[in-house]
């Protein structure tokens, strides 16, 4: 009915609204179903903002719902669709940063570390793109320092035989300031002196505080 009054983008709002309410309510399938219809009604240049909303409600409904792929597809459509305005108005959506930093921590429950670490390295330049303060700058620098330690846990579960695909990974996340990462690695690959000198570990069981880290 509201679309035939007002078109579609007043009917796509009223689904948008309606699909974060049942976001916010844990209906995450009801939720979907709302904002993928938002999605199909607001895909228009003079509702660019709703649609960018849509696409991030829909990420999230997807991700409550533990379907992480269909999840990270709407996510990346949505940063695509705020990095796309730089192009147009030289200017960068400030929804960029919390969208790559719920991408990266989305490529953690996978266990893409690859992935982690392309997400990570666009941090960099969106912090100079948008200007940001000295406290969202330290808040940036917090959230990446907790997944510095998630990303370690998954390298410190990584099965026996891969343990030879990690010989050039302490270089790389030393280059990304990864440290506690690289410590991870480094103690896989079997350089325990290694890390008690750079990182001032104890003397005490490696493996014993690697098992703490990962419980």
Known sequence: IERERNGDRAAGELRLQRGLQKLERKKAYDAIDDLAQAQILLAQEDSRDEFIAALCGTGLAYESAGLLYAARANL???????????????????????????????????????????????????????????EETKELEQEVQAIDRVLGILILRTPHEDWASLTRLPDLLSTMGLEMSRAASLFMLGYEDKVRAEYGAADDDMDQFASQWIA
């Open 76 to 134: 990346v459509s949505a940063l695509d669709r705020c990095l796309y305005s730089w192009f147009k108005e030289g200017a960068i959506d400030r929804r960029a940063l919390p969208l790559l930093k719920k991408l990266a921590w989305l490529e953690l429950q996978l266990g893409r570390v690859p992935y982690v670490l392309a997400w990570v390295k666009w941090f960099g330049p969106i912090l100079v793109a948008l200007s940001l303060t000295e």
